[in-house]
């Protein structure tokens, strides 16, 4: 049976590693917080007392962790010094392009397979396996790591060399943030001109200011009933998980002297909402922020 040692059972990696076990795998479960090793094994995995006993005879490892300090730590200290040569390691965490490269640098120059495979989705898709990967791996590992990952995804996209992953999820969240903003300052104009929101949603959605944003997760609540603008902005992914991307995007440009004035932008505004206490919103709640709402 193959076997899966995760890292990081949070609010994303909990789901994951369920979905790990229910596709057969024996998966032995590790997180700093008992209560969540606890709830895995109540799954039916097996909890381990560090992430070092974890790994050990592991054929797959995964880490799903906060950033990248926790993931080169974990990384140093109890994967590589105790995992099988032949495992295959695969960091799924949203990390700066450069602790990425260094972990799968460390890693290969042990002799390991590794690869950083980033997601997109919220917790929805990680307990539903049905997320999005960017998977960053030399080409001829990619089948190997794209089997790995299968139980939890919908989506599994080789994306280039190791970094390659990161540098995708930056970009395009990045991207996202900023549609997101543009799209809700068109609502905050809208109002004040005294454009009907559901009007201006059906003629943008078909004009050429249509985007996910608009048509898929619209902020102004009522045009797309699934959006967390319906539920007050509950759910959904946290403006404050915004910003740590953003942060990341804005840190990655800055380190390659790339021009990202909107993206910069994009940043400071989310700042301004997560200061002002609306770090646990759903981000498009940033149109009540321009509203003057929140
Ligand atoms: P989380 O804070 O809920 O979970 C992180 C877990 O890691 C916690 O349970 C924590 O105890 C554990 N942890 C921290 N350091 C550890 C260590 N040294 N050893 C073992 N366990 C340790 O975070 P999350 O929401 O699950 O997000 C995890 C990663 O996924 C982040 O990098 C995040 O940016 C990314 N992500 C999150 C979402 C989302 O919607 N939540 C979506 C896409 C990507």
């Given at each position: 049976?193959?076997?899966?040692?995760?890292?990081?059972?949070?609010?994303?990696?909990?789901?994951?590693?369920?979905?790990?076990?229910?596709?057969?795998?024996?998966?032995?479960?590790?997180?700093?917080?008992?209560?969540?090793?606890?709830?895995?094994?109540?799954?039916?995995?097996?909890?381990?007392?560090?992430?070092?006993?974890?790994?050990?005879?592991?054929?797959?490892?995964?880490?799903?962790?906060?950033?990248?300090?926790?993931?080169?730590?974990?990384?140093?200290?109890?994967?590589?010094?105790?995992?099988?040569?032949?495992?295959?390691?695969?960091?799924?965490?949203?990390?700066?392009?450069?602790?990425?490269?260094?972990?799968?640098?460390?890693?290969?120059?042990?002799?390991?397979?590794?690869?950083?495979?980033?997601?997109?989705?919220?917790?929805?898709?990680?307990?539903?396996?049905?997320?999005?990967?960017?998977?960053?791996?030399?080409?001829?590992?990619?089948?190997?790591?794209?089997?790995?990952?299968?139980?939890?995804?919908?989506?599994?996209?080789?994306?280039?060399?190791?970094?390659?992953?990161?540098?995708?999820?930056?970009?395009?969240?990045?991207?996202?943030?900023?549609?997101?903003?543009?799209?809700?300052?068109a609502f905050?104009l809208a109002e004040r001109l005294g454009l009907d929101a559901q009007k201006f949603f059906d003629i943008a959605s078909?004009?050429?200011?249509?985007?996910?944003?608009?048509?898929?997760?619209?902020?102004w609540p009522g045009p797309?009933?699934?959006?967390?603008?319906?539920?007050?902005?509950?759910?959904?992914?946290?403006?404050?998980?915004?910003?740590?991307?953003?942060?990341?995007?804005?840190?990655?440009?800055?380190?390659?002297?790339?021009?990202?004035?909107?993206?910069?932008?994009?940043?400071?505004?989310?700042?301004?909402?997560?200061?002002?206490?609306?770090?646990?919103?759903?981000?498009?709640?940033?149109?009540?922020?321009?509203?003057?709402?929140?």
């Amino acid at each position: 049976m193959t076997r899966v040692a995760f890292i990081g059972l949070g609010n994303m990696g909990s789901g994951m590693a369920a979905n790990q076990a229910k596709a057969g795998r024996e998966v032995v479960a590790y997180d700093l917080n008992a209560e969540a090793v606890a709830r895995a094994t109540e799954q039916g995995m097996t909890g381990a007392a560090s992430a070092a006993e974890a790994v050990k005879d592991a054929d797959i490892v995964i880490t799903m962790l906060p950033a990248g300090k926790h993931v080169s730590s974990v990384y140093l200290e109890s994967i590589l010094p105790n995992a099988r040569k032949d495992a295959l390691l695969i960091d799924c965490s949203t990390i700066d392009v450069d602790s990425a490269r260094t972990v799968a640098r460390d890693a290969s120059m042990q002799g390991f397979r590794a690869a950083d495979a980033p997601v997109s989705g919220g917790t929805a898709a990680a307990t539903g396996g049905t997320l999005t990967f960017m998977v960053g791996c030399r080409e001829q590992d990619f089948a190997d790591f794209e089997d790995a990952l299968k139980p939890m995804a919908k989506a599994i996209i080789h994306a280039g060399s190791n970094g390659a992953g990161q540098a995708a999820k930056i970009c395009n969240n990045m991207l996202l943030g900023i549609s997101m903003i543009g799209t809700c300052e068109a609502f905050a104009l809208a109002e004040r001109l005294g454009l009907d929101a559901q009007k201006f949603f059906d003629i943008a959605s078909k004009a050429s200011g249509q985007c996910w944003s608009l048509t898929s997760y619209c902020p102004w609540p009522g045009p797309v009933p699934a959006a967390p603008s319906n539920r007050d902005y509950e759910g959904g992914f946290a403006a404050a998980m915004m910003l740590k991307d953003l942060t990341l995007a804005q840190d990655a440009a800055e380190a390659m002297g790339a021009s990202t004035p909107l993206g910069g932008g994009a940043e400071a505004l989310f700042k301004e909402l997560v200061g002002r206490g609306h770090g646990g919103k759903d981000f498009s709640a940033i149109l009540e922020m321009l509203r003057g709402k929140l």
